[in-house]
Every structure is written in C-alpha cells, then in structure tokens.
C-alpha cells in the first residue's frame, strides 16, 4: 500500500494464484481471507499512486486530464448501460459483470478517474487563471513603468519596460496598446531630439550674439583706451630713440620695454592693425634690435669686469693666505728656538736634591757632573 504499484501488482498476482489454489485444494489449504486482503491492499496501492500520477499529470497538461475524465464518464456510461439494459452490447455487458464479480475494485476506480480529471482540469484551469491574473498584472506593471519612463523622457527604460509588457500580455486589446504606446515613444523622441537641437541652435545663436556683443565692447574700449595711451607709447619711444642717441642704452631699453607692454594689450584687437598703431610697432621693431645688441654688450662687458675683480679677488685673498700662513710659521720657528734655548740653560739636577753649578742639561755628556751627590737624576724643571 505505501509503496504503490511496485509491490502492488507482484501482490494482486500472487494473491489471485493463491486464492486459486485455494478453491482447488478442497478444504486442505486456509488463508483464503488473507489472500483477498492482500489482492485488494495491491489494488488499492496500485490506484491510489496511478490516480495520483494521473492527478499530477493532468494539473500539468490539461488534454491528461480531459482523457482521464472521459475515461472515468465512459467506464461509468458502460457499466451504468450494460447493469440495466438485457442484451446490451457485450463491451456493455463485460464492463457490468467485471463490476459486479469485483466492486470494491471497479467502482473507486471509475469514481478514482472521474475524481482525478475532473480534479486535474480544475487545478489546470486554476493555474493558468493565476498565470493568467498574474501576467496581467505584470503587463499593467510594465505599461505603467513605461508610461513614468516616457513622462520622464528615459526612452531607453520606456522601450525596456515596453518590451517586458509585450513579452506578458496576452490579450489583444493590450497588445494594441502596447503598439500604440511603443509608437508614442518614438514619436515623442523624435519630438524631443528635434526640440533639443533648436535649443541647442538658440542657445549657440545667442551665446555667439552675446561673444559679438562682448567683441565690440572690447573693440571700443581698446579704441578709447589706445587714443589715452598713445601719446604717452610716443614719448616712450621717443625717450628711447634719444637715449640711444645718447648711448644711454639701458635707460632706452626700459622706455622701449614701457613701449612694448602698452602696445601688447591690443594686440588680438582691430586697434593693432590701425595705422597708428602700426606705425608705433614698427618704430619699436626698428628699435629693438639695435638696443637688445647693445644692451647685450654691456652686460657681456660687465661680466667680464666682474669676472676680473673676481679673479683678482681671489688672487689677493690668496696672497695673503701665503702671507699668513709664512708669518705663522716663522713664529713656529722662533718659539722652537726659544724653547731650545730655554733648555739649554737649564741645570742638571743630581740625585741628592741639589743643582750642579757647572753642568747644563745641554751638554751630550754627564761625565763628572754631581759625582759627589750622587750622580744626574734630570735636569732643573
């Protein structure tokens, strides 16, 4: 029973020889009650698991359980006709004497079948009702991102959320919509692709009207300015050209260098191309190259005087460190001769304590000093 139709059907088999054997043995063997609880344990196993086979099959695959339901309506429609009706058909008949020779067997059988598809096309029809609610609402899900999405302007995500809805709706009518909406998309990206590019033309126009309009801000201001500074550009250069006259050539360089920065500030502008200001260019251009020379001269010039007092510099530094050194080591010298001098002087001292009055520490022999007192033990400290 709880192993199902493995040992069931070995035990309907092996029940039914044993009950024939049974009934032919005439009263020697016993046991025919067990054999039939063995035959109809093996039978209920084998239907109770096949029914449940068919069940699980049928709430998969909805023509299983349609089969299985009209197997169930056929088998009891045969029975039914062939228990009622003499001389019915003989498929009739055989279904109502199997049913009657062995009830416990056919009728939870047939109610087994009828049960289990009728079971079967609910659960079936059941889950693909929630599939089908459940899709539903993922479609409406996925419109509804879509339509934030396209409120949004991400058309990317809309299109996204769009496909996921074509992929989970199954009616028409949002399949429709769906198409609609895929095409409102397009249509508003085109829109806003092409509203983009007219800003983005406005948005040049005015910054290039705004960069015009600073342009000839610059350019009258550079015109007011240049009528201020120009006399003053003149008398720079002309303080230039009269101190190179002079040969003043430093104090030229810096009037054409205070030249030269005025100018620079309108260079870019339409005041650097006017005559007056060229003129003023060229003049410095005229200038210039004889100036820098010069000026490149003297600095070259006083370099080389530099460079001079420098060498002499260290010459004389390097005399007297000569000299120094010479007067030092003369000192050396005289304080080692004094020193020589001062131990020349000096007395031998004999053992006894007293100073020898002839002998000096100088002399390369002691012979016959302090020989009365005990010999020489050092000289006068």
């Given amino acids: 029973m709880v192993l199902g139709p ?21 009263g020697r063997y016993t046991g025919e009650a067990r054999g039939r609880l063995g035959v109809g344990l093996g039978w209920a196993g084998t239907q109770v698991y096949t029914l449940l086979l068919l069940y699980v099959l049928g709430a998969i695959c909805e023509p299983v359980a349609l089969v299985v339901l009209g197997a169930g309506v056929i088998a009891s429609l045969a029975i039914a006709i062939g228990a009622s009706a003499t001389g019915a058909p003989q498929p009739f008949a055989t279904a109502a004497r199997v049913s009657r020779r062995a009830p416990w067997v056919t009728y939870p059988a047939v109610a087994g079948l009828l049960g289990v598809g009728l079971a079967g096309f609910v659960t079936k029809h059941s889950a693909d009702e929630r599939a089908r609610v459940a899709a539903l609402a993922a479609c409406e899900e996925a419109r509804r991102s879509a339509n934030e999405a396209l409120d949004a302007s991400s058309f990317d995500r809309a299109r996204s959320h769009l496909q996921e809805a074509r992929r989970t709706c199954v009616e028409g009518a949002a399949l429709q919509d769906v198409a609609r909406a895929e095409a409102d998309v397009d249509t508003k990206e085109r829109e806003t692709v092409q509203r983009r590019a007219e800003e983005d033309a406005a948005r040049r126009e005015r ?175």
Avoid: N
């Fill in 207 to 381: 910054e290039r009207a705004e960069q015009e309009r600073e342009r000839a801000e610059r350019e009258e201001r550079a015109v007011a300015r240049f009528r201020d500074v120009a006399p003053a550009i003149a008398r720079h250069l002309q303080v230039a050209s009269a101190r190179a006259t002079q040969r003043r050539w430093e104090d030229a360089e810096a009037a054409l260098s205070q030249a030269e920065v005025a100018l620079d500030e309108f260079r870019g502008t339409e005041v650097w191309q006017s005559e007056r200001c060229a003129a003023l260019v060229a003049q410095v251009a005229r200038l210039r190259p004889d100036v820098v020379a010069r000026v490149e001269q003297i600095r070259q010039r006083r370099e080389e005087e530099e460079r001079r007092r420098r060498e002499l510099r260290e010459a004389a530094e390097e005399k007297q460190r000569q000299m120094r050194e010479a007067a030092e080591e003369r000192l050396q010298q005289m304080r080692e001769a004094a020193e020589e001098r001062r131990q020349a002087s000096l007395r031998v001292q004999c053992c006894d304590g007293t100073l020898s009055p002839s002998c000096l520490c100088a002399r390369s022999s002691y012979r016959g000093c302090c020989s009365r007192h005990g010999g020489v033990c050092g000289c006068e400290e």
């Fill in 6 to 26: 493995l040992p069931g059907v070995p035990a309907i088999l092996v029940g039914r020889l044993v009950l024939r054997e049974i009934s032919r043995s005439e």
